[in-house]
């Protein structure tokens, strides 16, 4: 079956982002961007399922500007076949994510769609639920582990859940999404990184999937959160406990 | 028209971020959005129903009461709560694991643009929710009639409980098929929820091992705090999944947030920072949490913690 991983471009999750004077959105001019954590995490997945003989070819797509490419090479640098570019000037919401992927999903027809629980951008943590709501497929959210059986007709997911964990079974096709401890995504070797260049990337755009794209959600400002500043040091044990109890008024 | 909140529960109780939940429900409410109706949806719940009529703010609890909803499994709880919406204008719940996993597939089937983990109600159509780990909040206006939405539940008061609303049962939709619950392994303690607790004492990597992090138990004993870990402790395996606190795992904002032997990475900080106090004990000096911490105490988390659980004698 073919596996369908759906990745974002976002800013590294390393940067120390910054918000824009105006409070129209944050920064990204000269900034790092890298593929979402969690997507990485997903297109890893598809490649073990690949490596294990579960899934024969993987399509890694992504929905931005040209520059999303970029994060397309990376997944088809790690493994994956092929790419899909659905390219976008604008900030596409969750929902019509989700409708631009179960349109390039009618195309593809996979038996499994992954991608990350959530972007590290907007913490939404939407599009997998959703995708998996409009085609009507079982969805196998925050996965820590994921078992292809009965043949390829079940999926067993184990999820990590806010007591611990869960695990269900779901009827295939199905869509999953990524939580951190499912694997620990590879890094590409540098003769991956060239192979992956001259592996296909079909380009389309938002129009040819026949989406409305406009936003629901208008943004009226993004501004910087209340700072928190440094205390003071303690240098003792018996110090801390004391202003605890008499300072703070905490224990 | 109405709100309708989704609680949740274990079939025989209901969880506290209901009542978080509860209170934004009602905050939006008070925008003219009208009353507030409580879905409880599982299997012999009844005893979650009778607790829920004591919430305040809620007139009615819909009790859809069968055997497929008993693990609150996504494809059979989206159905149900897409039926019901025809009569509600708002659709709300917990930003919680289950609430996360189950409000988008509502959305999606009511063809709306979820807000998630709002923070802040400011009227009937625009929300603050924060971006980017919580280092910028985004003011956002809906677009759509409906609103759905998903609460953060440590930006709310847990709702009181002098409320008398009355129960209804409500027809049950089908069991789809599409997932089945297998089994849980759910992490058992005797110590308060991570997500409710007053005081949180949580270690990361400088704890060493799954050994050492249990140094941490003696003060959480003596403090009848909840134990808490940085994503880095977690994937050492140091801890369990659930203790994780940070972007994506647990949000809290307990009285007193003690972190030790954890750094302070950009994403562990997003869950905690509105932790009322927070103290940091960590060796290095230079570490990014003493720039958040109100108490900070440079030294060893191996001689701090035995003499911290002596002192709190």
């Not at chain 1, 598809?46 to 890694?60: S, W």
């Not at chain 1, 611990?164 to 540098?190: C, F, H, Q, W």
């Not at chain 2, 009355?166 to 991570?194: A, C, N, Q, Y």
């Not at chain 2, 659930?242 to 869950?271: C, F, N, R, W």
């Amino acid at each position: 079956m073919k596996a369908l991983v759906a990745i974002k471009r976002v800013i590294d999750f390393n940067v120390k982002i910054r918000v824009k004077a105006d409070g129209s959105g944050v920064e990204t001019e000269n900034v790092k961007m890298s593929m979402n954590p969690f997507d990485e995490i997903a297109a890893e997945e598809a490649i073990r399922l690949k490596e294990a003989g579960v899934v024969d070819e993987i399509i890694a797509v992504s929905i931005g500007n040209a520059a999303a490419q970029d994060v397309i090479r990376t997944a088809l640098a790690m493994g994956a076949d092929r790419g899909i570019l659905v390219q976008s000037e604008n900030e596409v919401e969750p929902l019509a994510v989700a409708k631009i992927l179960k349109f390039v999903v009618g195309r593809e027809n996979p038996g499994i769609v992954i991608l990350g629980k959530q972007a590290i951008d907007d913490d939404a943590n939407q599009t997998g639920q959703m995708l998996s709501a409009l085609l009507g497929w079982a969805q196998g959210t925050f996965a820590s582990k994921v078992e292809i059986v009965d043949g390829g007709a079940r999926a067993q997911v184990t999820r990590e859940i806010d007591g611990g964990l869960e695990t269900i079974s779901l009827k295939m096709p199905a869509v999953i999404t990524t939580d951190l401890r499912l694997n620990e995504p590879r890094y590409a070797s540098l003769p991956n990184i060239m192979k992956a260049k001259k592996k296909p990337i079909d380009t389309i755009s938002v129009s040819d999937t026949g989406v409305d794209a406009s936003p629901r959600l208008e943004i009226i400002k993004v501004e910087e959160p209340p700072q928190r500043t440094a205390g003071i040091k303690v240098d003792s044990v018996a110090a801390l406990v004391e202003k605890l109890k008499n300072e703070a008024g905490v224990i | 028209m109405a709100i309708l909140l989704i609680a949740e529960h274990d079939n025989k109780i209901l969880k506290p971020a209901t009542l978080n939940a509860a209170t934004a429900a009602s905050e939006l409410g008070a925008c003219g959005m009208g009353d507030v109706c409580v879905l409880v949806a599982g299997h012999d719940c009844a005893s979650v129903a009778d607790e829920a009529t004591k919430i305040n703010g809620i007139t009615k609890i819909l009790l859809a009461d069968s055997a497929q909803y008993q693990n609150a499994l996504a494809e059979n709880m989206a159905p149900l709560i897409v039926e019901l919406a025809k009569d509600y204008d708002a659709i709300i719940a917990p930003a919680t694991t289950s609430g996360k996993n189950i409000l988008p597939r509502v959305a999606a089937l009511l063809d709306v643009q979820q807000i998630s983990e709002i923070t802040k109600i400011i009227s009937n159509d625009t929300f603050q929710r924060p971006i980017f780990a919580g280092n910028a909040i985004a003011t956002v206006k809906s677009l759509d009639g409906k609103k759905i939405i998903t609460v953060r539940t440590t930006a709310f008061a847990a709702a009181g409980s002098d409320g008398n609303g009355i129960v209804e049962e409500i027809s049950t939709g089908d069991d789809f098929g599409l997932s089945s619950f297998v089994r849980d392994e759910l992490t058992k303690s005797d110590r308060p929820e991570l997500t409710s607790a007053k005081i949180i004492i949580s270690g990361g990597r400088g704890m060493g091992s799954a050994e050492n992090f249990k140094l941490l138990d003696a003060v959480a004993d003596k403090l009848n705090a909840a134990i808490g870990a940085s994503r880095a402790a977690v994937d050492s395996g140091f801890a369990p999944n659930d203790y994780q606190v940070g972007q994506t795992g647990k949000v809290v904002a307990p009285e007193l947030y003690i972190a030790v032997g954890i750094s302070g990475a950009i994403q562990h900080m997003a869950g905690m920072k509105d932790s009322k106090v927070i103290v940091a004990i960590n060796k290095d000096s230079d570490a990014p949490i003493f720039q958040v911490a109100d108490y900070g105490m440079v030294a060893d988390l191996f001689d701090v913690l035995p003499e911290l659980a002596k002192a709190l004698e």
